[in-house]
């Protein structure tokens, strides 16, 4: 096998169709008609168990230190109109941390974080905001479509009279120096909560390892969500977790899932999974996420 980095996606497909490659990731719904319907290529992937969200720092950037900022930026933000503009529904808007794959962990009834100008409009009245300069730091080019939720979430935020800045930056480096809010991606690894928000913002991660937040309680129900085997303490462990991190602390908020979209060649016999990992092997691993 033969791997190569090819950073722009008009690149990938111009090879995918010269015969250069078999297969080519990250294609975007604006270029799937340029694939699509040609002779002897096929575009394959779609919804996945991995999404992305983004993280707030207020131990690193003063004018976040306000829960009710916080709480109001996650509900500023329209997730349907990202999912839906920006990946043509091939993405699905996500108001929380939860899959059906947690089982009996899992509360479908729960509602999460949504969209809700009104509540923002009271969540800033209570707040100490005043219109300060909110710094967002992106690459802009990791992930596909990143720029353009970055560009849209600007958008929303704005129209909510919250002062958001857009910094564009080469590195990641360079984002984790800043602070603010930055994006990230995660999922489910394996069926269990363990694997989404205790994986994603526990002790050991980005967020809580660089200094931009950190919550003893939360902490706390992580451990005993990893450790007890009892389904109805670890059932409300990961409730109360939640209710931190959406209401009473907020430092990520989900916005929609990760669409994995490829070309390749008709006659390559592959199949994609839900995750990010490209299995190349004879045969998938039996249930990689159940």
């Not at 996650?74 to 794959?101: C, H, M, T, V, Y």
């Not at 990143?146 to 360079?174: F, H, P, R, S, T």
Request: glycine share 8%; hydrophobic share 40%; aromatic share 8%.
């Amino acid at each position: 096998m033969r791997f190569k980095r090819l950073p722009e996606i008009a690149a990938r497909i111009a090879g995918l169709k010269a015969g250069d490659y078999d297969i080519v990731t990250d294609i975007t719904p604006d270029h799937i008609a340029e694939i699509d319907g040609v002779n002897g290529l096929s575009v394959t992937g779609g919804e996945t168990t991995w999404f992305r969200f983004l993280t707030f720092a207020p131990l690193r950037t003063p004018v976040l230190k306000d829960a009710n900022l916080r709480r109001a930026l996650a509900s500023a933000i329209d997730r349907d109109a990202l999912a839906d503009g920006l990946w043509n529904g091939r993405a699905k808007a996500l108001n929380g941390f939860q899959l059906p794959i947690f089982g009996e962990i899992n509360d479908p009834e729960r509602k999460g974080v949504s969209y809700d100008p009104a509540l923002v409009k009271k969540l800033l009245a209570k707040s100490s905001y005043r219109g300060e300069e909110i710094p967002y730091p992106t690459v802009g080019t990791y992930y596909p479509m990143q720029l353009a939720d970055n560009q849209a979430l600007v958008e929303m935020w704005k129209a909510a009279g919250i002062n958001v800045k857009l910094i564009m930056c080469e590195n990641w480096d360079q984002v984790g120096n800043i602070g603010g809010i930055n994006d990230m991606s995660g999922g489910g690894l394996y069926a269990d909560p363990v694997s989404m928000l205790w994986q994603i913002i526990g002790p050991t991660n980005d967020l809580q390892a660089s200094g931009g937040w950190t919550n003893a309680e939360f902490n706390a129900l992580g451990n005993q969500l990893e450790t007890t085997t009892d389904p109805a303490k670890r059932k409300a462990a990961f409730k109360r977790m939640q209710d931190i991190v959406e209401i009473e602390d907020p430092c990520v908020t989900p916005l929609h899932s990760m669409p994995f979209i490829y070309g390749q060649k008709e006659d390559i016999s592959w199949k994609p999974n839900p995750l990010p990992q490209m299995w190349l092997g004879p045969q998938l691993p039996s249930e990689p996420v159940a």
